[in-house]
């Protein structure tokens, strides 16, 4: 028998007032006893449930409901944003997910608040929206390089958690996923991109000025864990130095996140009974 969770992630990765990111181990599996290969079992059982639950979703969408998911992915270069976005959200269907990734603001962006953006890329009812970045980089990298004048942090947490409050209240299930690397595997991962010309498409110079500031990240990224991981968006801390593992992580609370919803098939709006004897009664 392939081993399975022996606690959910939703449990043990979720971000409470008593995290320390500076203890956190990233190349840890909390909760799992089981190996990549029993992890990828575990998956492929998310595959088929998370088609079968993401049609549910669309169909509710279809029907007036008003139930979405946006699943948010932050982290440092390298996380493993993208892989998670092609190994987990890969696994359903394309029509169902919204996906945005989320890069230095454009011209038009800057003219508007951080909030504008976002707002305009979040789910429709029955999909599911994925972030790659958030408005959280505008609590990290412009809070490391001090984008903007003074110091509006303070008032950017708070405006943020009334934001997500808003937004679950429309209807939207708020998976927050911050992919933590240890700084190791960050070098091992930039220096596998400049050995592998398959990879250097991926390799941008600025990362390693990024990399310069590691320690002023793992200090912003504390204070947002501290402000803005809420019940109605809490945050995950997904330990992200084995690939397969985080990858584990983010299906398993896609997968409960949905399976909690509840969804079941919408009932038809037509009589059912009368559209049988249409058909059979319609002579080609
Ligand atoms: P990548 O995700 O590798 O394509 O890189 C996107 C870059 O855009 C990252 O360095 C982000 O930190 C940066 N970025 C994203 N949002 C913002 C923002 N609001 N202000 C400044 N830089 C940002
Ligand atoms: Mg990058």
Known sequence: ??????????TTLRVGPDFR?????????????????????????????????????????????TTSVLLVLQ????????????????????QGVQHRAFGKPTKEELAHHYLWRIRNALPVAGKIGVFDRSHYEDVLIVRVHNLV?????????????AFEAEVAAAGTRIIKCAMLISPDEQKRRLGERLERPDKYWKFNPGDIDERAYWNEYQAVYQDMFDATSTDVAPWYAVPADNKWFARLV??????ETLTKLNLGWPA???????QKRRLEDLRL
Not at 75 to 94: A, E, F, Y
Not at 149 to 161: L, T
Not at 268 to 274: I, L, S
């Open 75 to 94: 982290g440092m270069d390298t996380s493993g944003k993208g892989g998670i976005v092609r190994h987990v959200v890969g696994m359903v269907d394309p």
């Open 149 to 161: 004048p003074g110091s509006p942090w303070a008032e950017r947490y708070a405006e943020i958690n």
């Open 1 to 10: 028998m392939a081993k399975k969770w022996d606690v959910f992630p939703s």
């Open 250 to 255: 983010v299906g398993s609370l896609l997968f």
């Open 21 to 65: 990111l500076d203890a956190f181990d990233a190349a840890a599996t909390p909760g799992f006893s089981g190996d990549e290969k029993d992890a990828s079992k575990i998956m492929a059982k998310h595959a088929n449930a998370l088609s079968d639950l993401q049609e549910r979703l669309f169909a509710d969408g279809r029907a007036g409901g």
């Open 268 to 274: 038809a709006d037509f009589d059912v009974e009368e």
